[in-house]
């Protein structure tokens, strides 16, 4: 365990920008962090928690301390007819906890293939895709609160989850530190389908009866479709939020766009892509440099190669002011900017 100095994260951010930390330690268990975390020096400096730096844009050098935490434990704890509840530290990478998950055949993590990040990361803002959202396998999160570093256990009915959100990303942004997360995964596995996209690539299989590892296969093969690889391009996932209007706002737009897609997830409550809020305002595949929007998906910035996170910004608040000129919708960050 040794403090590294003025250590650059281009390795440990997916938009590749090589900005650094003044101080950056991994750590491999939980006793090591509370040991860290008992110095009274390093527990009263900034603190950031870094997973695999998937959702976040450093827009300077972090004037603080970057911990990464390398728990790797995937282990099942307990189980009866139906569930499976399984403890995973919170630095496993996550897709190698749903290749796990799905090689069991435990349901409920398939669809959520592939998305970049680690296991303690992902309930923050509890990520989604296809039709499933981390916080409906969640059973509990244990972590520590930096400043009394008092364990604390969360079960799922406390962690405040909504769309991209939590209680974590909220009141307790900066304040705790997840190590580890309990699932509760299915042994008899429901297959969510529904999404358009899914269906057609399981279509293009010779069998009608899918299993999950059919499912993951073709969520792999439509995020490797659509979504550019971080390795090549930088970039972190969906910048913004798919914004929620009323249903007053929402006919009004129709009105003048009666191509809008949308979903109504609630009365009085329609949830707009941002993607083609985006797209109807000329942004898919524009470039400033090597700042751009994404050709294939136009909720994607990416850093084609040597831009800075202040291009990436600059032209983040453009696509934000054009939007709200156009439709009267404000979308706002999905990304950390840190
Ligand atoms: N669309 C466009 N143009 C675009 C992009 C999208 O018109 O450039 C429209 C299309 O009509 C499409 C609809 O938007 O049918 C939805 O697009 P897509 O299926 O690509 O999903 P999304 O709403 O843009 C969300 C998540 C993604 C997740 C996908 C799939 C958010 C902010 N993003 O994107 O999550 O992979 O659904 O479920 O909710 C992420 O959070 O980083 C992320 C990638």
Redesign the pocket.
């Known amino acids: 365990m040794e403090i590294q100095r003025n250590y650059s994260l281009k390795k440990y951010n997916t938009f590749n920008f090589d900005v650094k930390a003044k101080n950056f330690i991994e750590i491999n268990n939980e006793e090591e962090l509370k040991l860290l975390l008992s110095d009274k020096d390093i527990n009263n400096m900034p603190i950031l928690m870094l997973g695999q730096g998937?959702?976040i844009l450093f827009r300077n050098d972090f004037d603080g301390l970057v911990i990464k935490l390398k728990n790797q434990d995937i282990s099942v704890i307990n189980e009866d007819d139906i569930y499976v509840y399984i403890k995973v530290g919170g630095g496993v990478i996550w897709d190698n906890f749903v290749d796990f998950a799905v090689s069991k055949n435990y349901g409920g993590v398939e669809?959520l293939s592939l998305?970049?990040g680690t296991v303690g990361a992902a309930p923050i803002?509890n990520?989604?895709?296809?039709?499933q959202e981390v916080k409906d396998t969640v059973f509990s999160i244990k972590g520590y609160e930096i400043s009394s570093i008092n364990e604390k256990l969360f079960m799922n009915s406390e962690c405040k989850f909504g769309?991209?959100s939590s209680i974590f990303k909220h009141e307790l942004r900066n304040k705790f530190i997840i190590t580890e997360v309990i699932f509760r995964l299915s042994k008899v596995p429901i297959l969510n389908i529904n999404?358009?996209?899914i269906k057609s690539e399981l279509e293009k299989l010779p069998k009608n009866d899918y299993s999950i590892a059919d499912v993951r296969e073709a969520v792999i093969n439509?995020?490797q479709s659509?979504?550019p690889d971080t390795d090549k391009i930088g970039n972190?996932?969906?910048?913004?939020?798919?914004p929620e209007i009323s249903e007053i706002e929402f006919i009004a737009i129709q009105k003048i766009n009666p191509q809008i897609?949308f979903y109504n997830t609630a009365p009085d409550v329609y949830?707009i892509?941002?993607?083609?809020?985006?797209?109807?305002c000329g942004w898919?595949g524009k470039r400033f440099g090597d700042a751009g929007?994404?050709t294939?998906?136009?909720?994607?910035l990416c850093n084609y190669g040597s831009a800075q996170p202040n291009e990436i910004i600059k032209l983040a608040a453009l696509i934000k002011k054009s939007v709200y000129e156009k439709f009267g919708v404000a979308i706002t960050e999905?990304?950390n900017i840190i």
């Open positions: 998937s959702n669809n998305i970049p803002q990520i989604g895709a296809y039709g769309y991209r999404y358009g996209r439509i995020r659509k979504l972190a996932g969906s910048f913004f939020k798919n897609p949830k892509p941002a993607g083609w809020l985006i797209e109807q898919k929007c994404y294939e998906q136009a909720l994607i999905e990304v």
